[in-house]
């Protein structure tokens, strides 16, 4: 092997060795009494269907697509009769924000993604209509009390 195919493996050996696991968590900020039901998904792994009670949470973790920058996590929100989908890791616009640790509060009006401390930086607003946006099919597979 050259030198140069050694230094190329060699720094491909260093960035791959230094990628670490990504951790997403979603906490029910929505107050006493309101259960929040979660599904998160990516093209590959579906987590399943989660409620949360009060201050509860839901947390997972991966190693993001090194090679090709497109890893994606949504997750469909429902709290009483408001449903939202959201996009709660997407590699391009999360890698620097929150490498490590993206951590979403979800509030009375919608999710957020925690900056720092109580800062939030991306917020999405629960919709005015109750199941606004909704379509058939796009619920499939939540529980819906």
Not at 34 to 44: V, Y
Not at 49 to 72: A, K, M, R, Y
Not at 96 to 113: A, M, Q, T, Y
Request: neutral net charge; hydrophobic residues 35%.
């Amino acid at each position: 092997m050259s030198l140069l195919g050694k230094l190329v493996f060699f720094i491909f050996l260093q960035i791959t060795l230094s990628q670490g696991k990504t951790h997403v968590r979603l906490t029910n900020r929505l107050g006493p009494g309101s259960e929040l039901t979660i599904r998160c998904q990516s093209k590959d792994d579906d987590l399943g269907t989660h409620v949360l009670p009060p201050d509860g949470f839901f947390e997972w973790s991966f190693d993001p697509n090194f090679l090709v920058v497109n890893t994606l996590f949504f997750c469909r929100i429902q709290s009483l009769s408001k449903v939202l989908s959201f996009d709660a890791y997407v590699q391009e616009r999360d890698e620097l924000k929150c490498r490590e640790r993206c951590f979403w509060d979800v509030l009375p009006d919608g999710p957020c993604l925690i900056k720092e401390g109580s800062v939030y930086d991306i917020c999405y607003r629960w919709p005015k209509e109750i199941n606004a946006g909704i379509e058939r099919g796009q619920s499939k597979g939540m529980h819906i009390p």
